[in-house]
């Protein structure tokens, strides 16, 4: 078997291979692990992936360890910590963006329960559809950003290669959560 050709020729303990081994494509059924993952991709554009890695640590504390129910309640003063961080994306946009999304989520977890089963209410749909639904609740969200959240989170389809060892494992989490 050999891995996806991309990381195929990185070291263990590459940021990429860590997460294309670990994360990218496996089902994520925790709210905070959805919106984290969610942030992050927001985060991402325009950016390489790799900085976005590089900087999940410091992403993590600044924003409280993506715990939902704090960052929602997020004031001015999170909001001027958040865009002096260093260690983060200092963009305006994405700050907000992070915030009105994490209020957002929390609608929706009073509503379907969880941001996952807010997900499942929908599934399973095709890129175009998912792009519609998520641009109607959250801000800062594109085709790109919808694709790369809902694909590295397990809701659409994995992009690893069929040969590549993880693929099995992935497709086999996404049937026992009900997502092939």
């Known amino acids: 078997m050999s891995y996806c050709t991309f990381c195929q020729d990185l070291p263990k303990d590459n940021v990429h291979k ?12 925790d709210d905070n692990e959805l919106f ?3 942030v992050l991709e927001i985060n991402q554009a325009g ?13 993590k504390k ?3 360890y993506f715990d939902i129910q ?22 305006k946009l994405k700050v907000n963006a992070a915030i009105h999304n994490a209020r957002v989520i929390l609608e929706l977890q ?4 969880s941001f996952k089963n807010w997900i499942m ?11 519609k639904i998520f641009k109607k609740q959250f801000k800062f969200v594109g085709g790109e950003i919808v694709n790369e959240f809902l694909q590295s989170s397990g809701y659409l389809p994995t992009p690893h290669d069929k040969d590549c060892p993880v693929f099995g494992e992935i497709e086999a989490a996404r049937k026992k959560e009900g997502l092939s």
């Open 47 to 59: 950016l390489s992936w790799d900085t976005i890695l590089k900087k999940q640590n410091n992403f």
């Open 110 to 113: 009073k509503e379907y329960g």
């Open 18 to 29: 860590i997460y294309h081994d670990h994360h990218y494509g496996h089902p994520i059924s």
């Open 62 to 64: 600044a924003f409280d």
């Open 70 to 91: 704090t960052e929602a309640f997020y004031g001015e003063e999170d909001r001027l910590r958040l865009l002096s961080d260093s260690g983060i994306i200092r963009n």
């Open 36 to 38: 984290e993952r969610l």
């Open 121 to 131: 209410n929908h599934y399973p749909k095709a890129k175009e559809e998912w792009v």
